[in-house]
């Protein structure tokens, strides 16, 4: 069943949405409830790797589930997507990570509008967001290859593992990272950072998507290329 392009970019705002809310929220929760920094992030981790099991199972068959300007790119670069339906996708999830963040700030009777002033910058923070996107969207090439029907496990697991093998705690998302500007709370990022977190992501996804379509490829489609040679 195919769903007409309003109906894709509202999945798409909605899960990037419930996504942010869920990352932010959980994180005020946790950082409520213990003063210890690791239990904290546990309790960062879970409720957002669970989320995305859910949202990638019911919205998937809609939108494709992207949720993330990085793997939106990608699938733009592989011709998957239309790159003006492309271009709506990441102004969705922007919007929709945004108001995600403002609904979890009043969900805890927080200040809605803020601005997060955690700084998270250097090399290191920016090697670690690449590695974050490269494995999120390599696991998503990887995923659609031989078992499309895991890629909601897949995601999610990684994004567990993830958020605890890398020095940035996995953004892996571009819209994310905008839309984590907007909260001064445990899960937030200063406005300045943003830029180089984004950039990172993208070189990430099309580093993983390079890589993919050379390992992943058919040999059909490695026939092909010979051929055209």
């Known amino acids: 069943m195919s769903f007409d392009l309003p109906r894709r970019l509202a999945a798409e705002a909605l899960g990037t949405g419930i996504l942010v ?4 929220g959980s994180g005020i929760m946790a950082d409520r409830l213990t003063d210890d920094v690791a239990l904290a992030l546990l309790g960062n981790t879970l409720p957002t790797g669970a989320i995305l099991v859910v949202l990638i199972t019911i ?8 949720f993330n300007p990085a793997v939106t790119l990608v699938f733009a670069v592989r011709r998957e997507i239309a790159v003006a339906d492309a271009v709506g996708y990441v102004a969705a999830q922007v919007i929709g990570g945004v108001a995600g963040a403002l609904l979890a700030h009043l969900m805890f009777e927080l200040p809605m509008l803020q601005a997060s002033t955690t700084v998270r910058s250097g090399m290191a923070q920016w090697l670690a967001e690449a590695v974050a996107a490269f494995g999120l969207v390599f696991t998503i090439l990887a995923g659609l290859r031989f078992r499309a029907d895991a890629i909601p496990w897949l995601v999610g697991l990684y994004i567990t ?4 093998f890398t020095a940035s705690t996995s953004f892996a998302n ?3 990272a905008v839309a984590r500007a907007f909260t001064d709370t445990f899960s937030g990022i200063r406005p300045v950072d943003v830029p180089g977190f984004i950039v990172a992501e993208l070189v990430g996804a099309l580093a993983a998507a390079v890589v993919a379509g050379w390992l992943l490829a058919t040999p059909e489609a490695i026939a092909r290329a010979k051929a055209a040679e």
């Open 174 to 176: 571009p819209a994310v």
């Open 59 to 66: 919205l998937g068959p809609l939108s494709g589930a992207h």
């Open 161 to 164: 593992a993830a958020y605890w």
């Open 21 to 24: 809310a869920t990352v932010v």
